[in-house]
């Protein structure tokens, strides 16, 4: 039988923004911007903290235009689930680092 999998456009637009930043990181680390010729980590995190702002800003803006019915009910949901994907992927990033920070304040001396 024929796959009838519907994927939504919203997930791939994702799929592809994504591939793009992977991308455009590879060729920032290629490159070089950190002392030791590679990007830092706290660059990387304040990268992704302005990203992720950007996304939550980006959806405000879009919920605000379809409650004054300037965008269509897709876009809102769109919008949502970009938004609801970044905040878990905040919250995963915190806890690994939680739980990093953890394991290392168990070490023995």
Do not use: C
């Not at 591939?19 to 830092?40: F, M, P, R, Y």
């Not at 919920?63 to 769109?78: L, P």
């Amino acid at each position: 039988m024929a796959d009838t999998t519907l994927i939504s456009s919203a997930a791939v637009r994702g799929a592809y923004q994504n591939s793009l930043q992977i991308h455009a990181e590879k060729n920032v680390l290629d490159q070089g911007t950190g002392e030791d010729g590679g990007t830092s980590f706290a660059d990387m995190l304040r990268q992704a903290t302005e990203e992720a702002i950007g996304t939550a800003r980006e959806a405000d803006r879009v919920a605000v235009a379809g409650v004054q019915d300037k965008v269509t009910t897709q876009e809102v949901v769109e919008a949502t689930v970009a938004l609801e994907t970044t905040v878990q992927t905040a919250v995963a990033v915190r806890d690994k680092l939680v739980d990093a920070y953890r394991d290392i304040m168990n070490m023995p001396l």
